[in-house]
């Protein structure tokens, strides 16, 4: 059965830093996964999406320069390194991943088929 599981949320002051991970089970981790979030009265959105396997990375306008996505293969962790933060980042985190592998990967939320519980990140000004 394959499970996402994130850790890593909380409150921080803007300006901070966050790191969020995802542990994955049930599932090969050479696909697509990334993060996305959804704050309140608002569609969630993708912020950081990497292909596991060959690495291949992409980031939201709103987030490029500030997060980092990463993995780590031998762990099947995924991680969000999230520095600089702004209240704008509030929202609910979620960790995501394709059901199959594909050799492109996309921020639609659609396309994703497992997804984390969520974690609460809050950033006050």
């Known amino acids: 059965q394959a499970q996402l599981v994130e850790s890593g949320g909380g409150s921080v002051q803007a300006g901070g830093s966050l790191r969020l991970s995802c542990t994955a089970s049930?599932?090969?981790?050479?696909?697509?996964m990334g993060w996305f979030r959804q704050a309140p009265g608002k569609e969630r959105e993708g912020v950081a999406v990497?292909?596991?396997?060959?690495?291949?990375?992409y980031y939201a306008a709103s987030v490029q320069g500030r997060f980092t996505i990463s993995r780590d293969n031998t762990k099947k962790t995924l991680y969000l390194q999230m520095d600089s933060l702004e209240p704008e980042d509030t929202a609910i985190y979620y960790c995501?991943?394709?059901?199959?592998?594909?050799?492109?990967?996309?921020?639609?939320?659609?396309?994703?088929?497992?997804w984390g519980q969520g974690t609460q990140v809050a950033v006050s000004s």
């Open positions: 995501a991943s394709d059901r199959e592998s594909r050799p492109a990967c996309d921020t639609r939320p659609d396309d994703y088929g497992y």
């Open positions: 049930g599932f090969s981790f050479n696909r697509c």
């Open positions: 990497i292909h596991t396997g060959f690495g291949g990375t």
